[in-house]
C-alpha cells in the first residue's frame, strides 16, 4: 500500500460529504467525476481503521462519549439493555462541531430467543449491510447501489472487505419530506471474532448513476409512487462494530447525522437517543425471524464465524 494513498484518504470519520472527484477510488460509474488515484485497498483500510480507532479512543475508557440518561435502555425483544452515550465532536464541516451519538449493547452469544450469536450479527451486519438494513427498518424503503467495488483485497489485518456506494432512502411522515443518505459503506472482518461497518457520506448530486441525489427517481416509472416524490439530502456517517467476547457479544454503534429541511437540530438531538435504541430490537426482532427460516449458517447465506 503506498504512503501517498493512505495519506489522501486519512481523517474521514466525519458528518461531512466525500467528493467522487477526488475522496474515493475511481470505478466506471464515477467516471465524469474521478480523478482520483486512491486505492481501494487503501481506502477500505483507512476507513475501518479510523473507525475502530474512533471507538476505541472516543467509547472507551476516558474517551468523550459521556453517558446519556440514566442507566439501560429497554429494546425489545432484545433481551440486552442499551447504554446511550453522547458528545460533541470538534472538527468536522467548515470547523463546526458534530453532534455525535452512541449505543452499547452487550448480547449473550446464543441462538435463542431475544439474542443472536456473532456469526448471527456478522450476517446480519457485515455481510448485505444495506439490504439488509431495508429488511428489519421499517421506515427505510430503498436501499439503492450505486456503486460496488466489490471485494477489496490484501487489506491490512481485515479479511471480507467489500466498499459500495448506497442511497438509503428513509419515508418521513407528511407533511415532511422523505430522506435519503448517500453513503460509502465499508464492511470487514478481523479474525472471527470482531466486524466493523463504517458508513460515510459522499455527494452524488452530479452523479448520473445515484437514483435520488440526482433527481432521477421522480421520471422513473418503474418505482412506487411514493418512491418517486421529492427527497431531501440528508448527512449520515458511522461507525458499527461486533465483538466476541468470553460468551457476549458487544455491538457498539455511533453516529452524527443531520436529516436537513425543516428539522431543527435541537429537535434531531432530542429524538436519536430513542432511534438508535430501537434499532437493536429491530435487529433481534429480524435476525429471530431469519433464524427461524434456516437462512444463516444453514444454506450458505451465512458465515461461519463463532
Same mark, same amino acid.
Given at each position: 500500500?503506498?504512503?501517498?494513498?493512505?495519506?489522501? *484518504?486519512?481523517?474521514?470519520?466525519?458528518?461531512?460529504?466525500?467528493?467522487?472527484?477526488?475522496?474515493?477510488?475511481?470505478?466506471?460509474?464515477?467516471?465524469?467525476?474521478?480523478?482520483?488515484?486512491?486505492?481501494?485497498?487503501?481506502?477500505?483500510?483507512?476507513?475501518?481503521?479510523?473507525?475502530?480507532?474512533?471507538?476505541?479512543?472516543?467509547?472507551?475508557?476516558?474517551?468523550?462519549?459521556?453517558?446519556?440518561?440514566?442507566?439501560?435502555?429497554?429494546?425489545?425483544?432484545?433481551?440486552?439493555?442499551?447504554?446511550?452515550?453522547?458528545?460533541?465532536?470538534?472538527?468536522?464541516?467548515?470547523?463546526?462541531?458534530?453532534?455525535?451519538?452512541?449505543?452499547?449493547?452487550?448480547?449473550?452469544?446464543?441462538?435463542?430467543?431475544?439474542?443472536? *450469536?456473532?456469526?448471527?450479527?456478522?450476517?446480519?451486519? /457485515?455481510?448485505?449491510?444495506?439490504?439488509?438494513?431495508?429488511?428489519?427498518?421499517?421506515?427505510?424503503?430503498?436501499?439503492?447501489?450505486?456503486?460496488?467495488?466489490?471485494?477489496?483485497?490484501?487489506?491490512?489485518?481485515?479479511?471480507?472487505?467489500?466498499?459500495?456506494?448506497?442511497?438509503?432512502?428513509?419515508?418521513?411522515?407528511?407533511?415532511?419530506?422523505?430522506?435519503?443518505?448517500?453513503?460509502?459503506?465499508?464492511?470487514? /472482518?478481523?479474525?472471527?471474532?470482531?466486524?466493523?461497518?463504517?458508513?460515510?457520506?459522499?455527494?452524488?448530486?452530479?452523479?448520473?448513476?445515484?437514483?435520488?441525489?440526482?433527481?432521477?427517481?421522480?421520471?422513473?416509472?418503474?418505482?412506487?409512487?411514493?418512491? /418517486?416524490?421529492?427527497?431531501?439530502?440528508?448527512?449520515?456517517?458511522?461507525?458499527?462494530?461486533?465483538?466476541?467476547?468470553?460468551?457476549?457479544?458487544?455491538?457498539?454503534?455511533?453516529?452524527?447525522?443531520?436529516?436537513?429541511?425543516?428539522?431543527?437540530?435541537?429537535?434531531?438531538?432530542?429524538?436519536?437517543?430513542?432511534?438508535?435504541?430501537?434499532?437493536?430490537?429491530?435487529?433481534? /426482532?429480524?435476525?429471530?425471524?431469519?433464524?427461524?427460516?434456516?437462512?444463516?449458517?444453514?444454506?450458505?447465506?451465512? *458465515? *461461519?464465524?463463532?
Amino acid at each position: 500500500m503506498a504512503n501517498d494513498d493512505v495519506a489522501q *484518504t486519512r481523517n474521514i470519520i466525519y458528518k461531512r460529504a466525500l467528493q467522487p472527484s477526488s475522496d474515493v477510488p475511481p470505478h466506471p460509474k464515477l467516471v465524469n467525476e474521478t480523478t482520483s488515484s486512491i486505492s481501494l485497498s487503501a481506502f477500505a483500510a483507512t476507513a475501518l481503521n479510523e473507525g475502530s480507532a474512533f471507538l476505541n479512543t472516543e467509547l472507551g475508557p476516558g474517551g468523550r462519549f459521556k453517558v446519556k440518561g440514566k442507566g439501560e435502555r429497554k429494546a425489545s425483544p432484545s433481551a440486552a439493555g442499551v447504554k446511550v452515550y453522547a458528545f460533541d465532536r470538534p472538527g468536522g464541516t467548515h470547523g463546526r462541531e458534530e453532534a455525535w451519538f452512541a449505543r452499547v449493547s452487550r448480547h449473550r452469544h446464543a441462538a435463542e430467543p431475544g439474542t443472536a *450469536t456473532f456469526s448471527e450479527f456478522d450476517f446480519g451486519l /457485515r455481510a448485505e449491510h444495506s439490504r439488509h438494513e431495508l429488511e428489519y427498518t421499517p421506515d427505510v424503503f430503498d436501499a439503492f447501489e450505486v456503486v460496488d467495488y466489490g471485494v477489496a483485497k490484501d487489506v491490512e489485518e481485515w479479511d471480507d472487505v467489500e466498499v459500495k456506494v448506497m442511497e438509503m432512502c428513509h419515508h418521513i411522515p407528511f407533511p415532511l419530506l422523505n430522506r435519503v443518505f448517500a453513503v460509502v459503506v465499508v464492511t470487514g /472482518r478481523k479474525t472471527s471474532k470482531e466486524l466493523v461497518v463504517v458508513q460515510i457520506p459522499i455527494d452524488l448530486s452530479r452523479i448520473s448513476a445515484a437514483r435520488y441525489s440526482s433527481g432521477a427517481h421522480k421520471k422513473d416509472s418503474s418505482l412506487q409512487r411514493r418512491q /418517486r416524490k421529492g427527497v431531501v439530502i440528508g448527512e449520515y456517517v458511522s461507525v458499527e462494530r461486533c465483538r466476541l467476547e468470553s460468551e457476549e457479544v458487544v455491538w457498539e454503534m455511533a453516529t452524527a447525522s443531520d436529516a436537513k429541511g425543516y428539522v431543527p437540530m435541537s429537535i434531531q438531538k432530542m429524538a436519536l437517543p430513542g432511534k438508535i435504541t430501537l434499532d437493536v430490537g429491530l435487529f433481534i /426482532r429480524w435476525i429471530t425471524g431469519v433464524r427461524k427460516k434456516g437462512d444463516v449458517n444453514g444454506n450458505g447465506n451465512g *458465515t *461461519t464465524a463463532s
